[in-house]
């Protein structure tokens, strides 16, 4: 199978002066609803993992196996987020816990600095630690504990081996349309399943073409496409591209990033499914590109404050002085 460096192109220029100074490479695609790629740049085969930006995928089993059926749109939007650990992130993490009659102290996320600034400074403040609710991922492990009850299976459902991750594996593997190649562990700890770059963007294309009605499966989708979309800001938070990007489009297309640079958006109303990965990792590229790929479909304004940002810049330096901008490639 490709490498993730196989046959990848340029997309993202930075500029500085009047000279492009350095180049994010990388690949992308959209698919149609039947998970036929549309448009593609570099190499669709590409396999990546695709860190949290499949966290909707992973929150399937979730709703399928009717462990979640009386969760509220805030936990569905929860369960697919890498928010900021915001005090309305780790508020409801925490009250969904407690009606679980479990504790911060039953996650196996690990714990992190959140990544709000306010946040930061309020526990720097109080000279305080994080904990677990912090880590951006409290969400889907609330999500995955809410599943290791329903199944009343172990504790440690980040095992690969436990029942949580294998409904995980075979949801990803069913909706992506290909078998794993393998996994590797996320930064919270739990499987995260390696696949081609045009089988996610298939996956993202089913979400996009799910129907409230369809079966067990198109109604899962599209409640956690909804809730996605409804609740941008439990997605990620406040000055987020996926939150911001959302915001700007509605609630009408949901978003979402992974680490290193893997970028997804889902659109119902057209059907169309979108992934990219951005080879070297950087997130300003991937966040230049999701905007350039959802203003060239029409459902972002290219002149909305969003799209210029990740799309353009301005780079400013520390004394208030632009010194260059980005360019996204597209051809």
């Known amino acids: 199978m490709a490498q993730v460096n196989d046959g990848a192109v340029d997309l993202v220029e930075m500029i500085r002066g009047d000279r492009v100074e350095s180049v994010h490479r990388g690949h992308a695609v959209i698919c149609d609803g039947a998970g036929e790629v549309i448009e593609a740049w570099g190499n669709p085969a590409a396999v990546i993992f695709p860190r949290s930006s499949c966290k909707m995928v992973q929150a399937l089993p979730l709703l399928e196996s009717g462990a979640g059926a009386h969760l509220t749109t805030a936990q569905l939007a929860l369960s697919c987020a890498s928010h900021e650990g915001q005090s309305q992130h780790t508020t409801a993490v925490n009250a969904w816990l407690a009606d679980l009659g479990m504790s911060e102290s039953d996650l196996r996320c690990g714990a992190h600095m959140p990544y709000s600034d306010v946040a930061k400074a309020k526990l720097i403040r109080a000279d305080d630690s ?37 409904a995980v594996r075979r949801a990803f593997e069913e909706v992506t349309g290909m ?96 992934a990219l990965k951005i080879v070297d990792g950087g997130t300003r590229a991937a966040e230049a590109m999701i905007a350039a790929l959802l203003v060239r479909l029409g459902v972002l304004d290219a002149e909305a404050p969003v799209a210029k940002r990740l799309m353009h810049g301005p780079t400013i330096n520390a004394r208030g002085k632009v010194t260059g901008h980005s360019r996204v490639t597209l051809g």
Do not use: W
């Open 130 to 166: 994080p904990c677990q609710l912090h880590n951006n991922c409290s969400g889907k492990h609330a999500g995955f504990l809410t599943l290791s009850k329903h199944l009343g299976a172990g504790p440690d459902y980040v095992e690969p081996d436990h029942p949580v991750q294998l």
């Open 179 to 274: 078998d794993s190649p393998g996994f590797g562990i996320d930064g919270c700890s739990a499987p995260n399943f390696a696949t081609r770059l045009d089988a996610l963007g298939r996956a993202m294309g089913a979400f996009a073409a799910a129907r409230e009605g369809g079966g067990i499966r198109q109604d899962a989708m599209v409640k956690l496409r909804h809730a996605m979309g409804a609740e941008p800001l439990l997605v990620a938070g406040d000055g987020r591209a996926c939150t911001d990007l959302m915001r700007a489009m509605g609630g009408r297309v949901a978003v979402k990033t992974g680490a290193e640079a893997v970028f997804v958006a889902i659109l119902p109303e057209m059907n169309r499914g979108i």
